[in-house]
């Protein structure tokens, strides 16, 4: 059956440049599917971390960290096995944690009057948009990409313009942080991508397990950039503010803490 074959292994068109079944027989492309590892530590501790965010501001915060375990979680199987349904739920699950991003922290201001007044239906708006982007998928992949960039860039525009009224240093740090790692994964994918041949020759041939870890990073760092945008509109009495775990350190891993909870 043809629906069958797209679960083979090898039967994705999309072949990185680590030489498969190099360092395994079981794993296509080894270091590709361990890099992913980050992703379900990082964001696992995130919702710890998060926990007075999540109770106090929104429990939206736990929808988008477990969604980007997801994305590890899809990342490694389809670089495990090459196969096209592990490419589609890859990138289906990058399409999820925008959508999800886009619907929980675009701020009120910029929503039209019946998202204003009601965010759950943006939500809901989303959710039949990520259902109807998953059904299409399958039937033509090319629309996850339309969908990736028709939401990646209105959320990098809103959180420019929200930024311009911020003026609290640690959350520009982590802005420039971001987008640093940003530049650096681009450069990384791009160069694993359209340089194989170069980077096989120096026998390094793993510029995309490196883009893993680097978008990883800008990924959480631009989430709780977002939260703590979101938390200064929404909830500004509860005085929300960046800070990094473990305390001790003075840096670290960053989230935000609620200073003043509600009284039970």
Request: hydrophobic share 50%; with cysteine.
């Given at each position: 059956m043809p629906v069958l074959q797209d679960f083979l292994p090898g039967s994705s068109d999309v072949d990185w440049c680590e030489?498969?079944?190099?360092?395994?027989k079981y794993l296509a492309e080894y270091y590709n599917t361990i890099s992913n590892a980050g992703f379900l530590v990082l964001p696992a501790l995130a919702i710890y971390l998060f926990r007075s965010y999540s109770k106090h501001v929104t429990s939206g915060i736990d929808v988008i960290?477990?969604?980007?375990i997801v994305v590890g979680l899809g990342s490694a199987y389809?670089?495990?096995?090459?196969?096209?349904?592990?490419?589609?739920?890859?990138?289906?699950?990058?399409a999820w944690v925008l959508l999800a991003s886009f619907a929980i922290w675009t701020p009120k201001h910029m929503l039209p009057e019946?998202?204003?007044?009601?965010r759950r239906k943006l939500v809901q708006a989303m959710v039949v948009v990520g259902l109807l982007t998953t059904l299409?998928?399958?039937?033509?992949?090319?629309?996850?990409?339309?969908?990736?960039l028709s939401i990646s860039i209105p959320i990098a525009v809103i959180l420019c313009i929200e930024m311009q009224r911020c003026r609290d240093r640690r959350a520009w740090r982590l802005l420039w942080t971001s987008l640093f790692l940003l530049v650096m994964a681009l450069a990384a994918w791009l160069s694993d991508k359209f340089c194989c041949s170069l980077w096989q020759s120096l026998g390094f041939p793993y510029l995309h397990s490196i883009w893993h870890l680097l978008i990883l990073g800008c990924?959480?760092?631009?989430?709780?950039?977002?939260?703590?945008?979101?938390?200064?509109?929404?909830?500004p009495?509860?005085?929300?503010?960046?800070?990094?775990?473990?305390?001790?350190?003075?840096?670290?891993?960053?989230?935000v803490q609620i200073v003043e909870s509600i009284a039970p």
């Open positions: 030489t498969n079944y190099a360092h395994s960290l477990i969604l980007l389809f670089h495990g096995t090459l196969s096209f349904v592990g490419q589609l739920i890859d990138e289906l699950a990058i019946l998202f204003r007044r009601d299409l998928a399958f039937i033509k992949p090319i629309v996850n990409s339309f969908v990736l990924s959480y760092l631009a989430s709780v950039l977002c939260a703590y945008l979101h938390a200064l509109q929404e909830t009495h509860l005085k929300p503010c960046i800070v990094f775990w473990p305390s001790w350190l003075g840096s670290g891993v960053p989230y």
